[in-house]
């Protein structure tokens, strides 16, 4: 660190002592240090009055409180320099928790992609990987830990659901018990899958609302071996202002996949939940507007105002 940001490099308070050209002359011959040189207007025969001794010390108090804030002092100057290095080691801990976060402490997404699946259909034996997520931010080992910004889903250790850039998953109907969501399914006939989407705003300042949130979700009707399927989380003012992540269906044989109507329900710890979705607009452009009591696009900051998602889709087949 520069000792000398925000300052004058030749400030006398750098440096350990002010030159004195005739003292080293003097030292250095081993002799007794002469008298310390002093400016010359100090040896000036000029005597000034009392009331100029005045005038000039108000002059030089009005100049001073124009040159530094009110209450500056040394040690003021000390202290902040002081505090902007312990900032500085602050910021270092907090770069080293990014990094430790991206590497992730649990069952991960795969590899970041810049773009979410499209068109997301294949049949040349080739399957897509789910848990695809994106894009790059900052991640946190903790949910009291990030920062108080409106953000979603970023703490990598959330007791509840693990790795929260795994938001969208999928598992078997079938399935009653607590767990079994994964990242990828094979899916097979006459059965009926249950995808969640996990949304919760990390922010820990409680005026972070995220506005005009919206959730989208990309279910191609293509048909394949292979589909991807894309789940996207956007507002106004979060940051990112979208992200993403993937969930996968394989088959041995062509399958395509189709919303099983009115299974779109939120829960979440408002009064009145879960709450149905009357139409299909999650499954659009545009996407579903998504709040805590009301359909009005305001996210809350904090895990009590945390949603979950569900709708149901159905595997189609060609006839045996």
Known sequence: MNDHVGRDKNNPLDQAKPPDSDASAHESAGAAPGPRRVRNWLRSPYQPSTWQIIALACIGGFFSNLVFPSGFTVANWIHEDAASAEQAEQLKEVAKEIREGFRGLNPSPTTRTETASQDACRDDGEMYDGGSWGPSRPLFRTIDAPPTYAHFNSVITNPATGDERNFYVVRDAAITQDGGWQDSVTVERGHTYVMRIYIVNNSTDDSALATGTRLTVSLPTCTGTSIGSSAYISAFDSFPGELWNDVAFTSDEPFNLAYR????????????????????????????????DDFDGVVRPGYAYANYFYFEVVPQFAPE
């Open 261 to 292: 109507p009115a299974t779109a329900e939120i829960y979440n710890n408002a009064q009145g939940s879960p709450f149905a979705l009357t139409t299909t607009d999650f499954l659009e452009a545009e996407g579903q507007l998504i709040g805590f």
